[in-house]
């Protein structure tokens, strides 16, 4: 097993974590409501990010393999939040299609892949996961 990502904190709660692979870096920064500046996505939104991004991505693999063509699907996502204790109670992931006249048979095809990526099957069952479709 290799490393993937290194990080190195910057102090004034930012982190930079570098893609060790293609040398991509993001900076990570704490919210305003926990003490940060808000300047970058926080560690929470990397994994709510992370939920979206990895269900969009098999659904994308499922779309190819069925050429099904969801090319300019936007996402949305929102993540609540609980304070005691303080960690991501839910996020709301929200698939906006673009209107390409989808039989009801490739809108199933889509659907029912949404859960059952890397990063769905990861998140502690106390995370609520609500994943809504907008054809």
């Not at 060790?20 to 990010?49: C, H, M, Q, W, Y």
Request: some cysteine; glycine content about 6%; hydrophobic content about 35%.
């Amino acid at each position: 097993m290799s490393v993937t990502i290194k990080s190195r904190y910057l102090g004034n709660l930012r982190v930079e974590s570098t893609h060790l692979r293609s040398g991509t870096k993001i900076i990570t920064d704490a919210p305003v409501d926990n003490r940060g500046k808000g300047e970058s996505f926080s560690p929470t939104d990397l994994l709510a990010t992370s939920l979206g991004s990895c269900i969009m991505t098999i659904m994308g693999i499922t779309a190819e393999d069925n050429k099904i063509d969801i090319e300019g699907t936007e996402v949305e996502i929102t993540q609540i939040m609980s304070l005691s204790p303080r960690r991501v109670e839910e996020v709301i992931v929200s698939f906006y299609f673009p209107a390409n006249g989808y039989t009801e048979k490739e809108k199933r095809i889509i659907e029912n892949v949404a859960g059952s990526s890397p990063v769905p099957l990861s998140i502690s069952p106390e995370v609520k996961q609500t994943i809504r479709f907008y054809w």
